[in-house]
């Protein structure tokens, strides 16, 4: 039996990549179906997956696009599974099918919009969807940070409700029990570290601080309101002499809507030379997300993401 004491604690991208090849190399190789596969960053993230045993992948668009591709860097159509279809639509629909059947374990978002490919993959023909509400967790490894850390919100939900945030916080702490974090420490940001009347996501922050404590939200530490440099940084937390479990060692930061999740972590990737890795939790497949614009190794790494997490939500269900 595995338990979360069984899982090692991984501290950057490399080790999540690491951990992937590990999981592939004492099962059968993890399936990653690539919606929209026709865009170089992606094909170039699918055949580093391959190379480096993480996941085989099953190519999902315009063949008379993804094979030139394919040729351009050296490799046969042959070396992958090539579903062609027409139209974004067709797509969507067919990579809802492929993992409905069993066929792919994980899904990476390719050249096409996240409303259309979760408008199919949700439909409830195909029983992928889980109770519950569906979230983005972006892990990044920030060179001056000694640990990952996780940023959510920016990639689904708009202006989340209190319900919905107390959600994210256990999707989101999820991802942390399969990154080998026994206890995540979640952060509730927000532009002030007191509870201030004319700012009421203070009052939602102090009140999930409240809910952990009581062991409403398990297996986690939370606490808020936090700026997010007394999150992350010490001499800010000294300086104000904050006594907290988690200020100044934040696992998770949750922002108060998808505007400051999503420049939050962007701003790490671009002006900290942030790696990242994102992923959807809250379907029966993680899904691995990332903006058109990131890196090949981003979305390699994206993946990679995702075969931890589904390796833990397949061990645990087991179990």
């Not at 992937?20 to 993890?30: C, G, K, M, Q, V």
């Not at 809250?282 to 990679?304: E, H, Q």
Request: glycine content about 8%; proline content about 4%.
């Amino acid at each position: 039996m595995t338990t979360n004491k069984d899982i090692p604690l991984l501290k950057t991208i490399d080790e999540i990549i690491g951990r992937a090849r590990e999981i592939n190399s004492t099962n059968e190789p993890y399936r990653v179906a690539v919606a929209a596969a026709h865009d170089d960053a992606v094909i170039d993230a699918v055949i580093s997956a391959q190379d480096e045993g993480i996941a085989e992948a099953i190519l999902f668009g315009y063949p008379k696009r993804i094979i030139p591709m394919l040729e351009e860097r050296g490799r046969r159509a042959g070396e992958f599974k090539i579903i062609g279809t027409e139209s974004d639509e067709e797509t969507a629909e067919r990579v809802a099918e492929t993992v409905a059947g069993g066929h792919a374990d994980l899904i990476l978002k390719g050249i096409i919009s996240t409303g259309k490919l979760l408008r199919s993959v949700l439909r409830q023909k195909y029983g992928l969807r889980r109770k519950g509400l569906l979230s983005h967790t972006a892990i990044l490894a920030v060179k001056r940070y000694p640990k990952l850390l996780a940023v959510t919100d920016g990639g689904m939900v708009i202006k989340p409700t209190f319900g919905q945030k107390v959600e994210i916080i256990r999707n989101s702490v999820m991802v942390g029990w399969a990154l080998g974090i026994k206890i995540p420490k979640v952060a509730v940001l927000a532009t002030i570290d007191q509870i201030i009347e004319d700012f009421p996501e203070t009052f939602e922050a102090a009140a999930l601080s409240k809910m952990a404590q009581r062991d409403q939200i398990k297996s986690c530490e939370i606490d808020g309101p936090m700026s997010f440099d007394t999150a992350v940084w010490k001499p800010s937390v000294e300086y104000r002499k904050i006594i907290s479990p988690v200020a100044g060692e934040a696992d998770i930061v949750l922002a108060d809507g998808i505007e400051a999740g999503n420049i939050l972590a962007k701003s790490l990737v671009q002006f900290a030379d942030a790696s990242f890795a994102g992923v959807i939790v809250g379907a029966k497949v993680p899904i691995s997300l990332v903006s058109r614009s990131d890196s090949a190794f981003n979305k390699m790494a994206s993946v990679a993401l995702a075969v931890v997490v589904s390796h833990y939500l397949k061990t645990r269900k087991s179990n």
